[in-house]
């Protein structure tokens, strides 16, 4: 090559080899922004979704504070899969009501066979004008005694489910596009089932949630949700008295209404509670410390929760409009609850999984 023509090739090159160098030598530590891959948004069956590709995180809190069943963090390995880009609605919902007549538990007689299995032995049989198709609703109570009994704010109504979110009188009419609940575990696999999906586990809702960033308290990253309201639909205000809804929401929002995440997600945080296929076990974390790295894990063989040692729980993730730090803070992608499988209430919902290839 002539000697010039070599020295042109050089100027042109350099300012990318120092733009390549700048651009490694980002300041940054391993623990905070990793790459977020910008993941692809296609219609699967209908219904958005989004393809979360595969690869590593740290699952569970990364960071001190957090609610016990969260630690430790533990290495996992996820395949890609595809998610929905928001909770199921009720547009959706009543879609495949239409089409198969499926009657969700809220809307079926109680057996107290089945109920009796999830309270201590010996609980008296409650009267029969108790034992009739309902859900559980939030009702903002006028003062509490205290924030341990729940019994104060969640009230067992009949004649809610997910037609009649906050019980008879109510209504989805103008409620379409926001997240369907009162919907119980089996509701949710029964949709799955019709739809030809599935679930999602904990560990790839977890990881979707984190929407590429690594060790965050959020799945936003670290700002504080009690100073920018506009984030997730959360509780502002004095739980559970009162709700200043400075988010712009005193319950559900329409799917979609905050910022999605990194990998174009919708309120995987906040809005509703959403199940996952996982049994919820509060120590499960703590059993899988002798593995090295746990790739795609499906949860515990049985579930257990102290709180409550005779119900079988699922997973529930991602926190509600109900949540708020002084009592509940699981706005977060780390934390996680438990639900037994034929309970709906009026803050959970879900969203699918495609095993669709890429
Ligand atoms: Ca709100
Ligand atoms: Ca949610």
């Known amino acids: 090559m002539h000697p010039l023509r070599k020295l042109a090739n050089y100027i042109i090159l350099l300012p990318i080899l120092l733009l390549s160098i700048l651009s ?54 996820i395949d890609g899969f595809w998610l929905d880009k928001t909770e199921v609605t009720n547009r959706e919902y009543l879609k495949f009501v239409k089409a198969t007549g499926y009657l969700t538990v809220a809307e079926r007689e109680v057996s107290w066979e089945e109920l009796k299995k999830q309270v201590p032995p010996g609980t008296p049989k409650p ?10 609703v939030f009702e903002a109570p006028k003062e509490v005694s205290n924030l341990h009994d729940f019994s104060q704010w969640w009230k067992w109504t009949i004649g809610a489910n997910w037609r009649h ?30 739809a030809g999906k599935r679930l999602p586990t904990e560990a790839e809702w977890e990881f979707a949630a984190r929407g590429g960033l ?3 308290r959020f799945s936003w990253g670290e700002d504080d949700p009690r100073k920018n309201p506009k984030l997730a639909n959360i ?41 996952v ?15 090295t790295v746990c790739k795609n894990p499906q949860g515990p063989d049985r579930s257990f929760d102290s709180r409550n040692p005779y119900a079988t729980k699922y997973v529930n993730k991602g926190g509600s409009f109900l949540c708020h730090v002084s009592y509940c803070e699981n706005y977060r992608p780390s934390a996680r609850e438990g639900t037994t499988p034929d309970s709906g209430m009026s803050h959970l919902g879900f969203r699918t ?4 290839p890429q």
């Open 24 to 77: 490694c030598d980002t300041g940054k530590s391993k623990d905070q922004l990793e790459p977020i891959e910008k993941a692809k948004i296609h219609e699967v069956d209908g219904k958005r979704m989004v393809w979360i590709p595969s690869g590593k995180f740290q699952m569970g809190a990364n960071q001190p504070g957090e609610y016990q069943r969260e630690y430790p963090a533990h290495e996992v390995e």
């Open 127 to 136: 009267p029969d004008s108790v034992l009739m198709p309902g859900s559980m």
């Open 214 to 216: 690594n060790k965050m």
């Open 353 to 356: 999984v495609s095993n669709q």
């Open 277 to 291: 296929s996982d049994l919820f076990n509060e120590s499960y974390y703590t059993e899988l410390v002798s593995m």
């Open 235 to 275: 509780w502002q205000g004095d739980f559970p008295i009162q709700n200043t809804a400075l988010d712009g929401f005193i319950g559900t929002a329409p799917v979609g209404s905050f910022p999605s995440n990194g990998y174009g997600l919708s309120d995987m945080t906040g809005n509703v509670w959403e199940w």
């Open 165 to 194: 979110p906050l019980g008879p009188g109510s209504s989805i009419n103008s409620l379409m596009d926001h997240p369907v609940v009162h919907i119980s575990h089996e509701d949710a696999l029964a949709y799955c089932e019709w």
